[in-house]
């Protein structure tokens, strides 16, 4: 059974297109998360969500709009993908957004690759 | 925020202990250590997670000094599929940490040989 689910697995796109990524998890955890791992394999936050409420955006820029359409899924929209954006994304969750002990379960990642 | 320091890269001999280091100078009272790992290709795995005294899980030890200013991991038997980064991430209790995110650094990479 898998617990966080991110589709796709492997993404190759043109410089300024607009894509998506999904990501979905059945833990029943009410907090989400994105990160992005550079060529370089540091993992950032860029985004953190609780009940379907965006509660942090750590200076992520504007082309990145994540939606949250339930606790399940935390969708990742990139308008206008630009050679800077080739990383992969991680998709996460936890229960409890007050709570700094609840471990995050990570997902497989999504390989983004911007030509 | 409070920053971890671990080795860049470890070696371990299969079925023999490792111990992973991090340093965590400017630890809080209130930060708790959390280990995660990322084997290749897989998104990062929590590993275990303590505040004051050792603690124990099916996959590792932690050992935390009386100061809480290091702490170490341990495998008690390193299998090839420990081979992984591991990464020693400190999570401050709210309000200081409003979004509950992990905060990494560059981990150790452990490379285990048979």
Known sequence: DTAVSQTPKYLVTQMGNDKSIKCEQNLGHDTMYWYKQDSKKFLKIMFSYNNKELIINETVPNRFSPKSPDKAHLNLHINSLELGDSAVYFCASSQGLLDPIQPQHFGDGTRLSIL | ?114
């Not at chain 2, 590993?47 to 200013?69: F, P, W």
């Not at chain 2, 980064?85 to 490379?111: D, K, Q």
Request: proline residues 7%; hydrophobic residues 30%; neutral net charge.
């Open chain 2, 1 to 114: 925020d409070a920053k971890t320091t671990q080795p860049n890269s470890m070696e371990s001999n299969e079925e023999e202990p490792v111990h992973l280091p991090c340093n965590h100078s400017t630890i809080s009272g209130t930060d708790y250590i959390h280990w995660y790992r990322q084997l290749p290709s897989q998104g990062p795995e929590y590993v275990i997670h303590g505040l004051t005294s050792n603690v124990n899980n099916r996959m590792a030890s932690l050992a935390i000094a009386e100061d809480r200013k290091s702490s170490t991991l341990i495998l008690h038997r390193a299998t090839l599929r420990d081979a992984a980064v591991y990464y020693c991430i400190l999570r401050p209790s709210l309000p200081h940490n409003a979004g509950n995110m992990l905060t990494f650094g560059g981990g150790t990479r452990l490379m285990v040989k048979p």
